[in-house]
């Protein structure tokens, strides 16, 4: 297929038909969210499928629908809970703008999940692609999508250069997703706008797939660029490498008569609203710095150290195992506590681990939890 100029009517067609007739004998037909014009449903399977496969989404998916099963619950249910419906599939500004989302759908649409691509690009955490897919599958509207799958199709078919990351390259995947968009006047088929629609998504995921793809299943290689010119492993063009700052940090495991210390993230920032284990500056004063949490301490063993990678800078995590010496019964009022702190709880490891809580911490409460050697904790002053 050529790279450059308008794409005529007689390819778009020839595009969209092998890909919906590919779809319908070979894509993906009984995925939990399909089969349904639900729109609030349609638009959580969006979400959660962004940055994590399907295999993953699928439990989650289902254990969200059954604890908000409507744009109503999610939006009246306290964002904790949201939080922890979410915990352990990461990306959590997902689930914070689903919840502002659903409340605002309550809030200025009457609890109806609008129908125009435009208005639901509106609302937080949908951007044009999503908003086309949901416009697609709840609606039938004819919108195209452009996520990371159908980015990588598109290069390789038209042979186009250049990260598409990049606004220039963007805008050119653009103007070829919405000229390849089914005429949908000449056959029914080509009004199947939810079957190219899917097809894309399919054919993304099981043979345009980022390393290796199937090219020799694929309904396209008779007019792809990278398959005729042996280019698909170097389409799409990789993201500049990029140096990745290093930030550290050392975690607190805050132990008091088996109970570890947790503390609520800002809403805003990394690991926002969720639950966490103290963080501290590698150059601060552990015993000072616990103080802040009206506790008195004393380390007792380091963890192994373990690196998150967030989009701008790797953390290396130094996870700190501290026996609680003291604890006065008051100590997490705000009067006793040398500063205002965001809220703090004790939880047994096991019931920290059901919390919200972000991957890192995971690991580490699954570290603590898994020492064979119990830790000799001696009986602890209240006082
Ligand atoms: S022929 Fe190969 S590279 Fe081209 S679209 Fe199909 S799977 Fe991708």
Known sequence: ???????????????ATRLIRWQR????????WQNTRDAYSIWLSEIMLQQTQVGTVIPYYRRFLQCFPDIQSLASAPLDEVMVQWSGLGYYSRARNLHKAAQRIVGEHGGIFPEEVAIIRQLPGIGRSTAAAIA??????RAAILDGNVKRILSRCFGIEGYPGEKQVEAQLWQKA??????GDESPIERDIE???QALMDLGATICIRARPMCGSCPLRLECVAFRDNRAGSLPTPRP??????????LLLAVAQGKILLEKRPSTGIWGALW????????ENVIEYCLRFGINVRPMSQMEALTHTFTHFRLRIYPLILQVISRPPDHLTPEVLSQPRRPCVWRMPEDALKA?????????????????EPLEIPAMTDN
Do not use: C, W
Not at 241 to 250: C, D, F, N, Q, S
């Open 1 to 15: 297929m050529s790279a450059g100029g308008d794409i005529s009517d007689s390819i778009a067609n020839s595009f």
């Open 25 to 32: 004998e070979h894509g993906r037909h009984h995925l939990p």
């Open 136 to 141: 697609v599958f709840a609606f039938g509207k």
């Open 178 to 183: 919405e000229a390849l968009l089914p005429k």
């Open 195 to 197: 079957g190219y629609t």
């Open 241 to 250: 490498r990029k140096i990745l700052p290093e930030r550290e940090a050392v």
């Open 276 to 283: 966490s284990l103290p963080e501290m500056g590698m150059n």
């Open 356 to 372: 919200a809580i972000p991957s890192p911490v995971r690991k580490v409460l699954l570290q603590y939890a898994s020492q064979t």
